[in-house]
């Protein structure tokens, strides 16, 4: 279900309160994303912050999704996003995505990974599906490569 978007009246720009009511509606789509086989492998304890860039005109924002991600390891991992909304869109900029055995982060359509089993980098088209994370389900599933997808 779509929220009632609120969009400043006969102007070409949006709104503060447009621009957060899409990106909390990108946070609940996050929710669905099963990111191994267990049922409960999953984004949890979803919050999202959006920010003005001052001087921006038309307007812009910036924002950020934070998550702790439940897999199947001895503690929560946690998931950081940046976006931007810019063109009437929001953009995924880049994140990181920490773990008790290693670090992923983020730079649009580009990873690289620290752990304790080696570091690698690639780009995301290329990344084999063993690479289970979930700025990548983020990417492709939610944004159309890291693009919003709106009407």
């Known amino acids: ?61 910036e924002g950020r999704i934070d998550a702790a991600i439940d897999r199947p390891s001895g503690s929560l991992d946690r998931a950081h996003y940046r976006l931007r909304f810019r063109g009437g869109r929001w953009q995924l900029l880049g994140g990181e995505e920490v773990s008790d ?14 752990s304790a089993y080696g570091s690698r980098k690639g780009k995301l088209a290329d990344a084999s599906s063993s690479l289970r994370v979930g700025y990548r389900e983020l990417y492709y599933r939610v944004f159309d490569r890291g693009q919003e997808r709106w009407p």
């Open 1 to 61: 279900m779509s929220p009632q978007l609120v969009r400043d009246s006969g102007a070409e720009h949006f709104s503060l309160a447009e621009a957060r009511q899409r990106l909390e509606a990108i946070a609940e789509a996050m929710r669905s994303i099963r990111l191994c086989s267990r049922p409960n492998c999953r984004y949890r304890d979803i919050s999202v912050e959006v920010r003005p860039i001052a001087g921006a005109e038309p307007p812009e924002y």
């Open 101 to 114: 055995v290693s670090s992923f982060f983020f730079e649009g359509d580009t990873y690289e990974v620290f």
